[in-house]
């Protein structure tokens, strides 16, 4: 039950940014496979970390026990996973550019097009980075612009990226715990019998689904017969 709440929070963190501008990622960063802790905050509050996984463009981030979302930008597919109360976790299929909620600013940094300006140097962390400013654009010409620091003494992996756009603004993730291991591919594959996006509201119990049931239309009441020992009123 408590995992399916933290769903339900999850999918209400709907589109801080414009759907679509998770399209067709490409490799402009060619960063080693790592994993990493995330801290996102956005609208002022934090978020509980998320344990992150990173190879090439393929991305996973894993929001709790039992709760994931998977991204293979090449094969323009994403993949939410969770588990329910019942014994089998659920998995919801469905293209990139119907993603709903923001996953990471991590997986944001890549695009169709990827645009990066140097904005200097600077510390974080006890980090000499190298900051950037970054506008991504999607393939629909929606674009995403964020601002990066890329910790020179971890292989350049960002340590901190801002959301710039005005829809994300005040979203801020910051990356801690980076180690560089290798990351199974098996991390990126669903494994599972996927439900296709349209009917996500449906891969829970009836009652804690997503998109609530139909509800059961009543049969109408058969017409009534007064009692045989009743009399018919007079009229007069």
């Known amino acids: 039950m408590r995992r399916l709440l933290i769903f339900g929070r999850l999918v209400a963190l709907t589109t801080l940014l414009v759907p679509g501008t998770l399209a067709r990622a490409v490799d402009a960063w060619k960063l080693p496979d790592f994993t990493a802790t995330e801290h996102l905050q956005t609208r ?13 463009t393929k991305f996973r981030i894993e929001f709790g026990v039992g709760l994931a979302t998977i991204y293979r930008p090449e094969d323009d597919l994403a993949y939410n ?8 976790p659920a998995c919801v299929q469905m293209k990139t550019s119907q993603v709903t909620m923001v996953p990471s600013p991590m997986q944001l940094i890549s695009g169709a097009k990827v645009e990066r300006t140097d904005a200097g140097s600077e510390q974080f962390e006890g980090h000499k980075c190298k900051v950037e400013t970054v506008v991504v ?25 801002s959301v ?4 994300g603004q005040g979203m801020v993730a910051v990356y801690r715990d980076i180690q560089f291991e290798g990351v199974s591919p098996e991390l990126f594959k669903p494994a599972l019998k996927c439900v296709p996006y ?18 059961v239309k009543k049969k109408p009441m058969p017409n ?12 007069k």
Do not use: C, M
């Open 44 to 56: 002022g509050r934090g978020l509980p970390p998320s344990k992150i996984y990173r190879s090439g």
């Open 198 to 215: 349209e009917n996500a509201g449906q891969v829970a119990p009836a009652e804690h689904q997503l998109t609530p049931p139909k509800p």
């Open 81 to 88: 996973l969770f588990h329910t109360d019942t014994p089998h």
């Open 164 to 167: 710039g756009t005005n829809l």
């Open 137 to 161: 654009t999607a393939p629909d010409g929606k674009t995403v612009s964020l601002k990066v620091w890329e910790a020179e003494d971890l292989r350049n992996v960002p340590v901190k990226i």
């Open 224 to 235: 009534q017969q007064p009692p045989s020992d009743t009399k018919p009123a007079d009229h």
